[in-house]
């Protein structure tokens, strides 16, 4: 069964770094999303990215963050400069239709990112 | 603002029925969702409901919407010990490309 993988499965960074977080999502799916949980937190949404652009992004996704496709397998979410409250579980998903109507996102196990 | 809330914990035995619930606020939500996380795992789609209708069932799973009190459950008939998990209860708006607001989780503990 397809799935949604992301590399690496633990991250630890020091404050001010610069980091990558890799995903690659199911191959024929064209809506690709970061979200985040800090522990003991909600799952929060931080971006959609569909056609190669942004197409919805939270106040969280500021300045410091950003999404690539680099090569049209791979979905990046960087992180500039890491603050320690960058801390939190990253989780990536993708789907075929967007949530304009029902649609399943498949997500992937997650990236813990450990800021210090 | 748009806000999910669910207990956070929730114990029974094997074979009984257990509920989860959640409350939304954003009245203009589409579709809800439930989700399950597994240890180590990402979050599955267990199940979804369109906000017209009041109920759906799904072999052990029944959802019911109250939606004059934007009350959501969910039923899982005969709990096993392999449903432990934390269940996330989410909400889709009309016209987002994406934008799941998730509630914090509830963590379901089934005891033999």
């Known amino acids: 069964e397809p799935e949604v993988t992301q590399t690496p499965s633990h991250q630890v960074t020091q404050m001010g770094q610069e980091v990558i977080l890799r995903c690659v999502p199911i191959s024929n799916h064209l809506y690709f999303y970061w979200y985040r949980q800090i522990l003991g937190q909600k799952v929060e949404f931080l971006v959609s990215f569909y056609n190669n652009e942004i197409s919805e992004k939270s106040e969280i996704f500021d300045d410091q963050f950003s999404v690539e496709r680099p090569d049209g397998s791979n979905f990046t979410l960087k992180i500039r400069s890491t603050k320690l409250e960058d801390s939190a579980m990253y989780f990536c998903?993708?789907?075929?239709?967007?949530?304009?109507?029902?649609?399943?996102?498949?997500f992937g196990p997650g990236t813990r990112l450990t800021v210090l | 603002g748009e806000d999910v809330e669910q207990s956070l914990f929730l114990s029974v035995r094997e074979g009984d029925s257990s509920v989860i619930n959640c409350t939304y606020t954003d009245s203009s939500s589409t579709y809800l969702y439930w989700y399950k996380q597994e240890p180590g795992a990402g979050l599955q789609l267990l199940t979804y409901?369109?906000?017209?209708?009041d109920m759906k069932q799904d072999q052990r799973l029944t959802v019911l919407l109250n939606k004059k009190d934007k009350h959501l459950s969910l039923r899982i008939a005969d709990t096993q010990t392999g449903d432990s998990a934390i269940y996330f209860c989410a909400e889709s708006k009309r016209g987002s490309q994406g934008n799941l607001i998730f509630g914090k989780g509830t963590k379901l503990s089934v005891k033999p």
């Open positions: 998903a993708s789907d075929t239709k967007g949530l304009a109507s029902y649609n399943e996102q498949f």
């Open positions: 409901i369109f906000s017209n209708m």
